[in-house]
């Protein structure tokens, strides 16, 4: 089994930055893709960013280059870097690992996810 705890979460004024991380434990996340998944209020969980064993990435049109995806496969094994928020970007984010893909039902193992607040 493997579980995964997201932090970094905040508030944070629109054009602010925010650095989340994922912890792993358990069972070595290393062979799998990692992602990165949000739901914001009343909304389903959605695709945010996934990164493979081998560092290719993947992004939702939605972020347009602002969030960056990162791995070094240690116990902190996925991050995401998010720049220029809006509040838009308010959500809870997930961590995740399994399969790389942008569907949900990829993924094996879930964290409980941190909550992003951007302010106007």
């Known amino acids: 089994q493997v579980q995964l705890v997201e932090s970094g979460g905040g508030l944070v004024q629109a054009g602010g930055s925010l650095r989340l991380s994922c912890a792993a434990s358990?069972?070595?996340?290393?062979?799998?893709?990692m992602a990165w998944f949000r739901q914001a209020p009343g909304k389903e969980r959605a695709f945010v960013a996934a990164i493979t064993v081998w560092y290719s990435t993947l992004y939702a049109d939605s972020i347009e280059g602002r969030f960056t995806i990162s791995r070094d496969n240690g116990k902190n094994p996925v991050y995401l870097q998010m720049n220029r928020l809006n509040p838009e970007d308010t959500a809870v984010y997930y961590c995740?690992?399994?399969?790389?893909?942008?569907?949900?039902?990829?993924?094996?193992?879930w964290g409980q996810g941190t909550q992003v607040t951007v302010s106007s």
């Open positions: 358990g069972r070595s996340v290393s062979n799998y893709a």
């Open positions: 995740a690992a399994g399969s790389y893909s942008l569907y949900l039902r990829a993924y094996t193992y």
